[in-house]
């Protein structure tokens, strides 16, 4: 995968993907905004496996918002999108998920899928508003008994 292929700037932040040594930051933004955190020993396993992929936004040094996905074709599921509590609403889930397209695509996935809690309003918006579609429920989905959408952008 290129680079090049992803649009490297919004308001004045930056993409990128993930180097080794911030995993441990994925992990602690997973502990910060989820009820059922990735621990630190799975974001590595993850992380090692040559069909996921990391795409971060940062602020200077600190991860702010990620994207992570795993290629299973002809799918690239979703690990999660997170955004930093302190740097929420200013359309960096977006970003990254619209940067991340063409590296799935590079990787010949025709498809995001993934889950949502059905409490998370807020990134259900997000998801609608760059076209992603609800195609199922899933009840109790989410290993504390929550319902879980599923949810998917089919590429163009």
Known sequence: MREGKIPTRYRGYQVSTIKFWELPQIAQLERQ?????????????????????YLVV???RRIIAYFGFEIIK?????LANVTHPSYRRQGLATF???????????EEARAFLGEVRVSNQPQLTVLQNIGWIRVALVPQGFGNGEDAHIVMKIFD
């Open 33 to 53: 905004v989820f009820a059922e955190p990735m621990p630190l020993a799975e974001v590595i396993h993850k992380y090692r496996q040559p069909n996921t992929h």
């Open 96 to 106: 990254v998920l619209t940067a991340a397209e063409p590296w799935a695509r590079d």
């Open 74 to 78: 002809p799918y690239a599921h979703v």
């Open 58 to 60: 940062k602020d200077r």
